[in-house]
């Protein structure tokens, strides 16, 4: 049950779809990594994590951050994605997998074969960056997370 309720919320996730990029300043908040600062746009009810970043050029600000309901092994896919990013997991303060690079879609593949991407533990809070970022601000498993 625990692993339908975390597909269910996975394809909410990203399933959205939204053509602004300007983030809501209400929505910013701070988050560090290893020192470093990033204002990102935070999502946390389920038609937050539904619009997620689907249907951006871009993503508008340093990140988004995405709080989920509960501790899981989330999969997200890129449905409707215009641009790669890096996935940062993150559980209990730290980094615990980097998703790297992760392509978007063709458009003309059917959802039932879009790739599905996940950490490899459970996590509370996914981050997600311009692809590259996470080597770019020299982000790694370990590393240490704050919520400010």
Not at 4 to 21: K, P, R, W
Not at 42 to 63: F, K, N
Request: proline share 7%; with cysteine.
């Amino acid at each position: 049950m625990k692993k339908i309720f975390a597909i269910l919320i996975a394809s909410i996730i990203l399933s959205g779809c939204t053509m602004g990029v300007v983030p809501n300043k209400s929505n910013l908040e701070t988050i560090s990594i290893d020192n470093h600062e990033f204002q990102v746009e935070v999502r946390r009810t389920p038609d937050e994590l539904a619009q997620g970043l689907s249907g951006r050029t871009e993503i508008g600000s340093d990140g988004m951050l995405f709080y989920l309901p509960q501790r899981q092994v989330a999969s997200f896919w890129m449905k409707d994605m215009l641009f790669a990013i890096d996935m940062v997991w993150i559980d209990d303060e730290k980094v615990v997998d980097i998703s790297s690079n992760v392509p978007f879609p063709n458009p003309e593949v059917p959802l039932n074969k879009l790739p599905t991407y996940s950490p490899k533990q459970p996590v509370t809070l996914v981050l997600e960056l311009d692809a590259g970022g996470a080597e770019r601000f020299d982000i790694k498993i370990g590393s240490l997370v704050v919520l400010k």
